[in-house]
Nanobody
Framework: QVQLVESGGGLVQAGGGLRLSCAAS????????????MGWFRQAPGKEREFVAS????????NYVESVKGRFTIFRDNAKNTVYLQMNSLKVEDTAVYYC?????????????????WGQGTQVTVSS
């Protein structure tokens, strides 16, 4: 089983930035961290969980929800078994609990289906 632990959330003013980290350990379905695509999702109070960004196993391919393009960057360090989400120019509407997730294969996806490992989440609050 893969364990994912997020960190880096907090309170920030609009326009500021935060970097989220997600450290992975363990193996699931015969796949180690470096062979799995990873993703970030978020859930705001009273709203459905939303895809934010994903990255392929090698880090070559990334995709983002339209609302964060140009502001957020997902990247990974396979030597450290860690995936990151750099968030710049934060807006109040980015306030949510952010979850790291691991896919069962190496391909990126914006659908929560196929992500078989989830972290506990980290709160990001953006004040106006």
């Amino acid at each position: 089983q893969v364990q994912l632990v997020e960190s880096g959330g907090g309170l920030v003013q609009a326009g500021g930035g935060l970097r989220l980290s997600c450290a992975a350990s363990g193996v699931a379905s015969g796949r180690t961290f470096s062979s799995r695509a990873m993703g970030w999702f978020r859930q705001a109070p009273g709203k459905e969980r939303e895809f934010v960004a994903s990255i392929s196993d090698t880090g070559i391919t990334t995709n983002y929800v339209e609302s964060v393009k140009g502001r957020f960057t997902i990247f990974r360090d396979n030597a450290k078994n860690t995936v990151y989400l750099q968030m710049n120019s934060l807006k109040v509407e980015d306030t949510a609990v952010y979850y790291c997730a691991g896919r069962f294969n190496s391909l990126t996806s914006s659908s929560a289906e196929g992500y078989d490992s989830w972290g506990q989440g980290t709160q990001v609050t953006v004040s106006s």
